[in-house]
């Protein structure tokens, strides 16, 4: 059986760009603007406050684990509330050495390993939102030993250093999101694969997307009747059955298409279409553009 959560990150293709160590001493906070892309830290000692937008706040401490898929606007402070000095991580992502925050010439309180990766699919925007805007996980210590042989990585320039970089940041966040506690989750694909009823429907929508299903059929491989499963399925992965089938049937075909390794009725008989014509027709009615247009310009 298919394993959704391990399909969606490895279509979402991350790789690593960046990571360093933070200090922060005495009283302190940093106002870090939104970046779009997601980032990871791992407190390697200390404790420290983590503001996201819209989320609440979180208290951090030697052990913890944090992961922003989209990586909204954020305050990180310690020490006793002061005004936030504003941070471009956008500018500093060049700079070399530990970023230090707080009093100069003081020890540390806290010390942590941040850092952040790229999406290489150009359906993140589509796939991020199935997966929590904030990871909080305490006492992992598979996942500080992942953050801690990604910052060694990142810091030489060993032979199969990117090769090594992706595999780890693929390892990194099965690992983070397979340990966040499921009734933590919001609606996506998190809560979907926790609930398990709705988990057997995921699985098999992604071990057969060419398979024509329909909402009576994924019911009864959830036990389900048709109206109990679809208002479930609502409610656990945020949107109806049929749509999160169409929109994973897009982001493949749309892997499919970038590779250039099928021809066009290959690649919509792969993703469930009878015919090249039905499928051009869905894709362009999702994507905007007809599938030969778009394998062209990618």
Same mark, same amino acid.
């Given at each position: 059986?298919?394993?959704?959560? #391990?399909?969606?990150?490895?279509?979402?293709?991350? @790789?690593?760009?960046?990571?360093? %160590?933070?200090?922060?001493?005495?009283?302190? &906070?940093?106002?870090?603007? #939104?970046?779009?892309?997601?980032?990871?830290?791992? *407190?390697?000692?200390? %404790?420290?406050?983590?503001?996201?937008?819209?989320?609440?706040?979180?208290?951090?401490?030697?052990?913890?684990?944090?992961?922003? $898929?989209?990586?909204?606007?954020? =305050?990180?402070?310690?020490? &006793?509330?002061?005004?936030?000095?504003?941070?471009?991580?956008?500018?500093?992502?060049?700079?070399?050495?530990?970023?230090?925050?707080?009093?100069?010439? %003081?020890?540390?309180?806290?010390?942590?390993?941040?850092?952040?990766?790229?999406?290489?699919?150009?359906?993140?925007?589509?796939?991020?939102?199935?997966?929590?805007?904030?990871?909080?996980?305490?006492?992992?210590?598979?996942?500080?030993?992942?953050? @801690?042989? *990604?910052?060694?990585?990142?810091?030489?320039? /060993?032979?199969?250093?990117?090769?090594?970089?992706? /595999?780890?940041?693929?390892?990194?966040?099965?690992?983070?999101?397979?340990?966040?506690?499921?009734?933590?989750?919001?609606?996506?694909?998190?809560?979907?694969?926790?609930?398990?009823?709705?988990?057997?429907?995921?699985?098999?929508?992604? #071990?057969?997307?060419?398979?024509?299903? =329909?909402?009576?059929?994924?019911?009864?491989?959830?036990?389900?009747? /048709?109206?109990?499963?679809?208002?479930?399925?609502?409610?656990?992965?945020?949107? $109806?059955?049929?749509?999160?089938?169409?929109?994973?049937?897009?982001?493949?075909?749309?892997?499919?298409?970038? @590779?250039?390794?099928?021809?066009?009725?290959?690649?919509?008989?792969?993703?469930?279409?009878?015919?090249?014509?039905?499928?051009?027709? #869905?894709?362009?009615?999702?994507?905007?553009?007809?599938?030969? /247009?778009?394998?062209?310009?990618?």
């Amino acid at each position: 059986m298919s394993d959704p959560l #391990a399909d969606v990150i490895a279509l979402l293709q991350p @790789r690593t760009v960046f990571a360093k %160590r933070i200090g922060g001493a005495g009283d302190w &906070a940093v106002r870090y603007s #939104a970046f779009g892309q997601p980032s990871f830290c791992a *407190v390697l000692e200390g %404790r420290c406050r983590l503001d996201v937008d819209g989320e609440s706040t979180a208290l951090l401490e030697a052990g913890d684990f944090v992961l922003l $898929p989209a990586t909204p606007g954020f =305050t990180l402070a310690g020490g &006793a509330p002061v005004q936030a000095r504003q941070f471009d991580p956008n500018r500093e992502a060049g700079q070399t050495g530990e970023v230090r925050h707080g009093t100069r010439g %003081r020890r540390p309180d806290a010390r942590l390993l941040g850092g952040y990766f790229m999406f290489d699919s150009p359906d993140a925007s589509l796939l991020v939102p199935l997966l929590p805007a904030l990871v909080h996980i305490r006492g992992v210590e598979r996942l500080s030993t992942l953050v @801690r042989l *990604v910052g060694e990585e990142s810091g030489e320039r /060993r032979p199969g250093r990117e090769l090594v970089l992706t /595999r780890l940041v693929e390892v990194l966040l099965i690992e983070a999101l397979r340990a966040t506690p499921s009734e933590d989750a919001p609606p996506g694909l998190l809560r979907g694969l926790a609930d398990g009823r709705i988990a057997p429907a995921l699985r098999h929508m992604h #071990a057969q997307i060419a398979r024509g299903w =329909t909402v009576e059929q994924l019911a009864k491989k959830a036990a389900l009747s /048709r109206s109990s499963f679809f208002d479930r399925f609502v409610r656990t992965v945020g949107l $109806p059955p049929m749509e999160y089938l169409l929109s994973w049937r897009m982001a493949v075909a749309k892997d499919l298409l970038r @590779r250039r390794e099928l021809g066009l009725a290959e690649v919509a008989e792969r993703v469930g279409y009878a015919s090249a014509s039905t499928f051009s027709t #869905a894709f362009s009615r999702h994507v905007g553009q007809a599938p030969g /247009r778009y394998a062209r310009a990618v």
